[in-house]
């Protein structure tokens, strides 16, 4: 007998054996899509192994595999190895990592009725009194015999079936829904679950075509009946277009009917058939970004030569690219990536942002045409699969794409850049928690390819591996052109309040800085991480503030919709008149959010152009491509808004950056608190002044001596990464060790702290040495969508200890069978949170 083994998308860590019935056999290859049973339902699972003989316990024990989803196979042996390997680190099962590097490619199942031998026998054996008396009573009922005589109509061999709803179409509103379970209890029929779709599928249209060159078809023409008018141009425009088009473009060109193409086709003039028109990405039709052609300077020479020289080495190796920003790092990217293709590789690049590729993608058109796919959860699920086969397919150099672009099937893949390393977009903040930079240095490293990893704020990680060198450190010390880097300015706030007297949003100098600007038709951004109008709601009477019903968090008041909403969970409840705590009516709204700081600033300056973009001035699709492209334009005089303002834009004409409560997030209880504030900071300096023009930032915080601005304001990265490593060291936190944060959910609070507990225990029952348990404690998020959040938080000596122990504990779980419900480790977290 023929085995095949295959992982399925389920949390449980190891691969099923299912036989394979012989007319599915030929079908049957390693990397193709299956239909499995599994427990009570069918899922797609993954063909890993054709094998041969009996399972265990024989044959008879073994589910057969039910459909072959994909004619051809859908994962390459990379994919699989690199899978395989993030399925062990991340510690979920292969078969739910596979699912995730095929977004979209899952089976859409329908329940299908058929009917049994012993239904077909019910029927035939007539009905009434004439019924076999083997027979359940059910049989003789009028319409239970209907539903048996369509279902044998129309469903004769299993495994095709009648899908559910179409039956009771069929047997009309007569049918009793419980009629369907007892004829399937007395086993007169079968529901089972079948595939109504494999997944998407090409996009197919008809194409009309001239069957003859255009003057053999002008004699048959002229030995026939003579055409209509619409016909002649029909034929006509064929001609003009080289002999084929789409039917609905020609139809639409000339203005003719479907009916008169017929006429054509009957006459043996024109044919028609059905092609593949594939879905393209409209960001690949933006005109591509005219071609600069520069000169690299010195730095991105010396940067350039070193990654071409080990491209030419054919085995792993990689670099980290520290350049500030404005430092040319993508033309760095950029001048690599030609190398790769001049040799006949193909390159992934990785950005954090989907908000960023639409500009890339313009500039890699210009430079590189048609060989540029795009891969991302910003297309449309028919745009994926069309991007995907492309990449499989080998037409393709370059993949541009967000995080999930490191599962690509691109082949030969030599170089892979990773730009904006640090930033947490990289790390997947659902189930499985992957990080796709780590998967793409892992992925380089099993196929011999080099990876470029680049940021202006490196993460610690990637910069001790610098430093350790394991990966080539390369600097671009300088920005491009004269102006050099912002001269940055502090500003305490606790001392403005002295001098003022009151508590102030916007300081002296930097409403002095933003009028300036105005007059002189500069631009200004100005940052504050916090939506909303006011950030918390109080009551002045019994002190309470107004939280969320299901989180342990403060609701936030949106003036623009006129309601409280939570964060979190989004749920959101209009604006209570009282406490609803004691009834008080003297609520009090505190805290700035970018709603209310827009505001402010239009009673500063009621004559600027001013536009906000956060989460909720920017959820339509595309609202923040055109945003941008009216502040690049000069239409916009301050664009004011969350840590979105900070990522990646090229804007010549900002002069001057404000950023608002810089050390907000620095109280967090978060090991990563002081690199991430670092990092903002830096980033959204990098934002003013550009080229020629010199920049000015204004940084406004309580603590404006914290190092992590005082070393952003000096534009440090060295100074901040020396003190924040020496941190970390003495804290004992990553890079220095590695960290994974288990949490258990729960929506009764004691099951919770049962289930952390109980792997609390187990974690210090089998920890090596220098693998460390802390808790089970109450998440910092205590409540979150009503389920209560009890953590773990466990530390090891390395990656490996880390990886080898959590794998320890699942499987003492599973073999134990004492599952923890609702149990998430997340691996390398972003943050503790
Ligand atoms: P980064 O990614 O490091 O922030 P970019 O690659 O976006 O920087 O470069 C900033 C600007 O400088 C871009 O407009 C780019 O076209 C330009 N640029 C890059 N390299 C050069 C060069 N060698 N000479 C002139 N201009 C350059
Ligand atoms: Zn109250
Ligand atoms: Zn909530």
Not at 336 to 342: L, N, P, R
Request: hydrophobic share 40%.
């Amino acid at each position: 007998m023929i085995t095949a083994s295959v992982a399925v998308p389920r949390p449980v860590r190891r691969l099923f054996t299912y036989s394979v019935p012989p007319e599915l056999a030929s079908l049957c290859r390693p990397g193709v899509r299956v239909l499995v049973p599994f427990g009570h339902r069918r899922v797609t699972g993954y063909l890993l192994e054709i094998g041969e003989g009996t399972g265990p316990g024989g044959d008879y024990a073994l589910k057969p595999v039910e459909e072959v989803l994909d004619p051809a196979p859908v994962l390459d042996a990379a994919i699989l190895a690199l899978t395989r390997w993030a399925a062990d680190y991340y510690l979920v099962s292969w078969g739910e990592m596979i699912r995730t590097a095929l977004p979209g490619m899952t089976a859409v199942l329908r329940k299908v009725v058929t009917v049994t031998p012993r239904g077909r026998h019910a029927l035939e054996s007539g009905g009434g009194i004439l019924l076999d008396a083997s027979l359940p009573p059910v049989a003789r009922d009028p319409i239970a015999r209907d539903v048996l005589g369509i279902l044998v109509q129309f469903a004769t061999e299993p495994p095709s079936g009648l899908p559910i709803e179409e039956l009771k179409r069929k047997v009309g509103p007569r049918m009793k829904p419980s009629l369907l379970s007892r004829l399937r209890r007395e086993g007169l029929i079968e529901l089972v679950e079948r595939s109504a779709s494999t997944g998407p599928q090409p996009r197919l249209e008809q194409e009309a075509a001239l069957t003859e060159p255009d003057d053999a078809a002008g004699e048959k023409r002229g030995g026939l009946r003579r055409l209509g008018r619409r016909q002649e141009s029909i034929l006509s425009r064929l001609a003009e277009v080289g002999g084929r088009e789409s039917v609905s473009g020609l139809l639409k060109a000339t203005g003719a009917t479907r009916g008169a193409l017929r006429g054509l086709e009957r006459r043996g003039l024109t044919s028609v058939r059905s092609i593949e028109s594939p879905r393209r990405p409209a960001t690949l039709d933006l005109s591509p970004a005219p071609l600069q052609s520069v000169t690299p300077t010195p730095d991105q020479e010396a940067a350039i030569t070193t990654v071409r020289g080990l491209l030419a080495e054919n085995r792993f190796a990689a670099c980290l690219i520290r350049g500030v920003t404005g430092s040319g790092k993508t033309e760095v990217y950029l001048r690599c990536i030609e190398s790769v293709i001049q040799n006949g590789g193909r390159a992934l690049y990785l950005v954090p942002e989907i908000g960023l590729t639409p500009l890339l993608a313009r500039r890699l058109r210009s430079r590189f045409g048609e060989v540029l796919a795009l891969l991302h959860s910003g297309l449309t699920e028919g745009e994926r699969y069309d991007e995907w086969r492309r990449i499989r397919d080998g037409r393709v150099k370059v993949v541009l794409g967000a995080r999930s672009a490191v599962f690509a099937p691109l082949p030969s893949t030599r170089l892979i850049v990773v730009d904006e390393e640090h930033d947490a977009s990289f790390k997947q903040d659902e189930y499985p928690r992957y990080n796709g930079r780590d998967l793409a240095l892992m992925r380089a490293k099993m196929s011999d390819a080099v990876v470029v990893l680049g940021s202006a704020t490196p993460s610690m990680e990637s910069y001790r591996n610098a430093l350790q060198g394991r990966y080539r450190l390369l600097t671009l010390p300088s920005r491009i052109g004269a102006a050099g880097m912002p001269v940055v300015e502090r500003v305490d706030m606790r001392e403005e309040f002295r001098e003022v007297g009151r508590e102030m949003v916007l300081s002296r100098r930097l409403l002095r800085a933003l009028e300036e600007r105005l007059a002189r038709g500069e631009q200004s951004l100005v940052l504050l991480n916090r939506r909303g109008f006011s950030t918390f709601v109080l009551c002045r009477s019994c002190g309470e503030a107004i939280g969320c019903h299901r989180c342990t968090i403060t609701l936030t008041l949106h003036l623009r919709d006129q309601h409280l909403r939570c964060h979190y969970c989004d749920d959101r409840r209009r604006v209570p008149a009282a406490c609803p705590g004691c009834g008080s009516g003297e609520l009090h709204f505190g805290g700035t959010g970018t709603e209310r700081l827009e505001d402010l600033l239009r009673t500063h300056f009621p004559k600027a152009r001013i536009a906000r973009m956060d989460r909720d001035s920017m959820s339509g699709r595309g609202s923040m491509e055109r945003l941008l492209t009216r502040v690049e334009e000069g239409e916009i005089d301050i664009l004011l808004g969350t840590q979105m303002i900070a990522k990646g834009h090229d804007f010549p004409n900002v002069t001057l950056v404000g950023v608002l409560a810089a050390d907000a997030q620095l109280g967090l209880p978060d090991f990563r608190a002081g690199e991430r504030a670092f990092q903002l900071l830096a980033q959204v300096a990098g934002r003013s002044g550009r080229r020629d023009r010199p920049g000015e930032v204004i940084v406004q915080a309580y603590h404006s001596d914290h190092h992590a601005i005082r070393f952003a304001a000096a534009h440090d990265f060295e100074g901040f990464a020396n003190k924040e490593l020496a941190f970390r060291k003495v804290m004992n936190y990553p890079p220095y060790s590695a960290l994974s944060l288990i949490l258990v959910r729960n929506r009764q609070a004691g099951r919770a702290h049962e289930g952390a507990a109980a792997i609390a225990g187990l974690l210090r029952r089998i920890a090596p040495k220098g693998f460390q348990v802390m808790g089970p404690a109450p998440a910092p998020l205590e409540k979150l969508r009503g389920e209560h959040r009890v953590q773990v938080i466990v530390r090891a000596a390395n990656r490996r200890m880390m990886q080898q122990t959590l794998s320890v504990m699942l499987e003492e779980l599973e073999r134990r069978s004492s599952r923890v419900e609702n149990l998430a480790i997340d691996v390398d977290p972003m943050s503790t949170l």
